[in-house]
């Protein structure tokens, strides 16, 4: 089988064109409509974008790292083309006058969105069910959730019909998915790609981040969508290394830490003896296992909740019926125009969260809650820190038991919000975490979770390649 690597040489030698590899994606993406991976798709604008390829490089133009790959874009994420809907009701007809940092980088390095993904409404969730259009299907097994929010680009990825994707992760929402579907998920350190363009959810937790079927494709992506930008002033100064640098040099010399925490009560046999079962291969690849300890992490999911939600309402304040969204029809005075609007075109998770971070945010529950929550925040950040002494990578499983049924979960918001407990703190900590496939628990896939400390996502993908060289075997 041809490589993306192999592919994107093809096109830059010529071999192929980008408009044949265009046009292949959307005939995929044609055939593949039932699995709702995709809210819009973008024909003409990706195939004028592929034949603009086409012809600068029989111009002798040198074309970009991604030249001719398509791409598919989640939905809360800007382009200027199309819709970005957020899967919310109150932005069905929002229409972006611009392109978010990340997608201006794809263009530059030759990439081509072709279409933009289904997710849980404005990325509110763990299994895409929250979407306003129709939960995403997941290509192993239609009876079991894609996870979430990024669903329809985890999908995407795992349905063969586009070999990249763009996902956002705020507690989790990149690498849940990947872990649902079988496929390689990756949430960089926070500051390291500009959410400049990325709809606000929990803006100091949120990360753009690559869908991809290996780790190495993985990393290629990572390299063209990082570098400090102004319009982001969160976004980092650090230089920006070839991440697939360290693919290839395998796991001996690396310490890998197992949080005690992580492998005891409320963790699913099959899952843990599949993470198990990958990790004593390291060892036999001459990685060191140590055990460490994250004793905070039993608050994580309690301190999330706060922070996230927190946030949340104050990003989805500009929902208001005057710019951007719907409007509610013939309002008698401007509280209603918002009222009316915000009731009508936003779904049950969101309301649910913007009341309740309105709640931790009010004036005699601040400190009880939302201060309380930052202090814990730092104590997550210090533990993790702690741990780093000892290893080079913290492990864990990605979810605590197989991918649940379509509508399970769901129905329980507590059971819901449990299953973020091995991915919350990693962005409550702002540390790189990778999800790769491990093999099967109970028949369905198994992700194991690999964080690395800040910004040194080239060393977290030199060990998840050495896993997942392992595990292929
Ligand atoms: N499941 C978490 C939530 O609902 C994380 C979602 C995300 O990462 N966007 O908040």
Redesign the pocket.
Known sequence: MTTLKQQISKVQSGEISSESLVQSALDRIGAAQHLKAYLSILPEYALEKARDLDKRRNAGEKLGPLAGTPIAVKDNIVISSGKTTCASRILENFESPYDAAVVERLIAAGAIPVGKTNL?EF????TSETSAFGAPINPIDPTIIPG???GGSAVAVASGTVPLSLG???????R?PAACCGIVGMKPTYGRVSRYGLVA??SS??QIGPFARTVEDSALLLNTLCGHDLRDNTSSTQVVPDFTAKIGEGLKGKTIGIPKECFGEGLDKEVEATVRAALAACEREGAKIVEVTLPSLKYAVAT??VI?TAEASANLARYDGVRYTIRTPAPKNLYELYAKTRSEGFGPEVKKRILLGTYVLSSGFYDAYYMQAQKVRRVITDDYAKAFTLCDVVAMPTLPAPPSKVGEVFQDPMA??L??IY??AV?LAGLPGLSLPVGKAGGLPAGLQLIGRPFEETELFQISAGVEKLVAM
């Open positions: 849980d990325a509110m969730g763990s979430g929010s990024s956002s992760d705020t507690g989790g929402s990149i849940q959810y929990a937790l949120d999330y909740y996230a819901m919000y299953q973020d991915t919350v962005n």
